[in-house]
Every structure is written in C-alpha cells, then in structure tokens.
C-alpha cells in the first residue's frame, strides 16, 4: 500500500543561535488507511525519530476525526464509533512539529457468519461465529456491550432477521418476561422493545410486516414505526372458530418463483391449513384445502420446488399415523384482475413408514432449490427428496456426538453448507454448532465447534450481501 506522509515544520528563519534549534527526521511512516471491524483495537507504534543536537524531550499526540484520543507514544484505539475518519500523529519537540496522516474506516462488525441465540446464566445472548476465512473472533455475546442499560434476564424464544424498507433488522423475542426486541443488525443495537401480548413462538416476515405467532394465534406488527403496533388477525377464528398455530409460517412463491406470494400456517386445533397474503389486494383465501386434514396435527412443514411448494407432516391424534403431503399453495392475483385465481392442489400424500426418524421432536429444514429435505431424530440427520414421494432412506446421513440434541438447523441460500446447532445434556456451555458441506450431496463435516454458548434456542445464517 502507498504511504501518505504529510509534514509541517515550524522554522526558525532568525539569524541567532541557530544551532540551538534541534530537527526531527521521521524515520518511517504509516499506511495510507485501516480498516478495522467496530470494537476492535488500532494499535500503531509511532515511527523512530532523529534529532539534530541537542536532543529535546518529544511529545505525541494522536487524532481522529480531528479529536485528540491519546498522547502515549503508542496508540490502543477502540474503535466503537462506525464510519471512516481522518486521523494524524502529530510529533514535536518544541522546535519543530510533524504531522503523519492516515485515515481509519471502521466497518460493520456483524456481517457475514452465525448467529446463535441461547440462554445462559438466566440471560439471553445472541453469539455471533463469523466465516473462518473473514479472521474474525467468535463472541458470545454480541448485545450486552452494546446495550448496557437492556435487562437481559429472560428465556429466549425465537429470532427473525430481516431487510426491509433500507434496514438490516433482528428480532428477538423472550418469555418470562414476554418481551419482543427489534436491532440494528450492523450495530447491535436496540432500537425498540415492547412488551408482547403473550408468549411468542415464532417470527417471520415480509415487506413492511412483521408476524409472530403468540399463544398459538397470529399477531402482525407493522415495521418501521417508532413503537410496536400489535393487533390480532381475527379472520381466521371468525370462519374456522378457535385456533392453535403451529410454530412454522411457511412462505411460498409465485409461480415463475421471483417474489414471495404469501405464507401457510397449520392450527393444531381443527387441522386447517391457513393463509396470509404478502402483498395488497390478493384475493387470498383464508384457509386452503378446507377440510382435507381433520384430526391431524402438525410435525413440520417446509418450502420445496424453488419455494412454490409446501412438503407438510403431519400426524394422526387418534392413531398416531404419520404422512407428508406436497401441495402447491395456489396463485391469488389482486382483486383488480380479470385473470383467475389458481386454488391450492394436493401434489403428493403418503404414509410416512414409523421406522424412518421422523417424529414430534424432530428439526426440518430444506434446500428448496433441490426439493432436499433434512431432518432430525435425537442427534442424528436424515436426508429426503420430495421427489421420491415417499422413498425415505431410513439409514442417517450423519450422527452428531452422543447424548446431544439436534434443536435446529439452516441451509445457507446457496444450498452449500448445513449448520446444525445441537445441545450437550450437561454442562455449563452446551451449545454446539456443526457445518456440513451438501454442495453435491457431499454430506460431509465442515468443522464442529463444541460448547460455544448456552442452551440453544435458534440460529440464524447471514450471509454476503
């Protein structure tokens, strides 16, 4: 890198004593920017110096953004204001006074890498693993520091991330108390916090919304403003009576697969299958497939086909039966449009065989772009392709260490890597996190980073913009 060196001098022009006069000679210089992550330290040894005679007592003095922060000969700087900066030694003896510039970009710290939400010591925390190959330092707490006066003493109950309206948002929320948190996803920082109505299960969210499932119904919040607005979305209960909801809100695309067109909830109660449009003007209905699914309570439930189909398991509360249906969603277009709507249609329905790893415990997830399923039996991982309807392979793909607990998973958006996030039965850290590479199928480790964290409640990849 090219080296910036600019130098003032203070002369004496006088026909005195001139040879009282002592000159500094910089004897090296600085590089011409640093980029540094926020809370990481800038840490520069002055260059050596040499005087004419006689030799003068030297003083530093060390700006940034035109604000003294030091006078040590050496600089230690915390860098916990983002943006990028001016910055100057300043080296004089009295006679003369040098100037050496450089200039300091402090970037976002919390990029590209895992988030890792879990309870310790009767606290939330949100661990952040970056990418090996970014050189960053795994921190297991990444909002305390940067929200000192937040009470931190709750269970964690879910986390959401997302882009909207030029932000980059978490949302976290906790039980006991009820709480829901928004974040500045580049800074950590709280941004707003309200008490919830109850306890939330589950996030998601699209657009300028925000979905959580509280107690088992649908309350949507509108993003952007400066406090929480919560209110319930009773449609549902006025056309199919009391509800329960699953955790998952699925969301399905439109049919060429370029934007979100809505998302699927499942209600434990009377088995309906409920919907909630994206957008404005949608002629959605309500409930899809109205009656198909009586008596039958959810498992879990995936995106499939690049995102426009749902693969759904569910079980029998009578006989305990399993079966996964594949379905399309349909295609609801604005009540504007002469074109028709296209209902939802059962795709696939079949037996899920007992002996195959899939019960009430266990994690899905998906590679929506290959119709891969994944999921989870104790500690061991499963594969399924919604292709085969109903060819399940019934040996694990891949076995985390013994006595641990799959709690969740995510598949980053190229469908290369696998992070699985387990829980150990005892000690004080019991968070583990594993990567898989699946790019081809490979179901191969990664790496494995054992007791990082808390109990695990959920994690969440973030990947290059």
Not at 207 to 236: A, H, P, W
Not at 242 to 268: Q, S
Not at 404 to 421: Q, R
Request: glycine content about 6%.
């Amino acid at each position: 890198m090219a080296l910036l060196s600019l130098s003032s001098c203070l002369k004496d022009d006088s026909v005195g004593a001139v040879n009282d006069v002592s000159k500094i000679e910089i004897l090296g210089d600085f590089e011409k920017s640093y980029t540094l992550d926020r809370w990481e330290v800038l840490k520069l040894t002055a260059p050596e110096i040499k005087q004419s005679k006689p030799n003068k007592a030297v003083k530093y003095e060390w700006e940034i953004d035109n604000k003294v922060v030091s006078t040590e000969k050496d600089l230690n700087y915390t860098c916990s204001e983002f943006g990028k900066f001016p910055c100057r030694l300043k080296i004089t003896n009295g006679d003369e006074i040098h100037y050496l510039a450089f200039a300091l970009d402090v970037r976002y710290s919390y990029i590209q890498g895992l988030y890792i939400l879990a309870q310790k010591d009767k606290e939330f925390v949100l661990s952040y693993l970056p990418e090996e190959d970014t050189k960053k330092a795994f921190q297991i707490d990444v909002l305390k520091k940067n929200n000192k006066t937040l009470n931190f003493t709750a269970k964690p109950t879910a986390l959401h991330y997302v882009e909207t309206l030029g932000k980059q948002l978490f949302y976290l929320a906790t039980a006991e108390p009820n709480m829901l948190y928004e974040f500045d996803a580049n800074l950590m920082l709280n941004t707003r916090r309200s008490e919830a109505k109850g306890k939330i299960t589950s996030l998601a969210g699209e657009q300028s919304m925000l979905y959580t499932i509280t107690d088992g119904k649908l309350i949507s919040i509108k993003q952007g403003e400066i406090y929480f607005t919560n209110y319930e979305n009773r449609g549902y209960e006025k056309e199919v009576g009391a509800i329960n909801l699953a955790n998952p809100m699925v969301h399905f695309k439109t049919p060429e697969g370029r934007y979100t067109h809505g998302f699927v909830m499942f209600d434990n109660a009377g088995g309906h299958i409920l919907a909630n449009k994206a957008g404005n003007g949608t002629k959605m209905p309500n409930e899809l497939l109205k009656d198909k699914f009586k008596g039958m309570e959810l498992i879990s439930m995936v995106a499939v086909d690049k995102g426009r189909q749902i693969a759904m398991f569910l079980a029998d509360k009578a006989t305990k039966a399993m079966k996964q249906v594949l379905f399309s969603p349909g295609h609801y277009v604005s009540s504007w449009s002469s074109k028709p709507s296209v209902e939802a249609e059962i795709k696939y329905e079949g037996a899920v065989p007992s002996d195959v790893g899939i019960g009430k415990g266990s994690i899905f997830v998906s590679a929506p772009k290959r119709d891969l399923i994944y999921y989870s039996n104790a500690n061991q991982l499963y594969g399924y392709s919604t292709l085969s309807n109903g060819n399940y392979d019934k040996t694990p793909i891949f076995s985390c260490a013994t006595g641990e607990t799959i709690v969740d998973m995510f598949v980053t958006k190229d469908e290369t890597k696998l992070f699985i996030a387990t829980n150990s039965p005892s000690g004080e850290l019991k968070g583990n996190i594993y990567c898989l590479n699946i790019a081809d199928n490979a179901n191969q480790l990664l790496w494995k980073k054992e007791h990082l964290t808390g109990s695990i409640t959920q994690i969440f990849y973030r990947g290059k913009k």
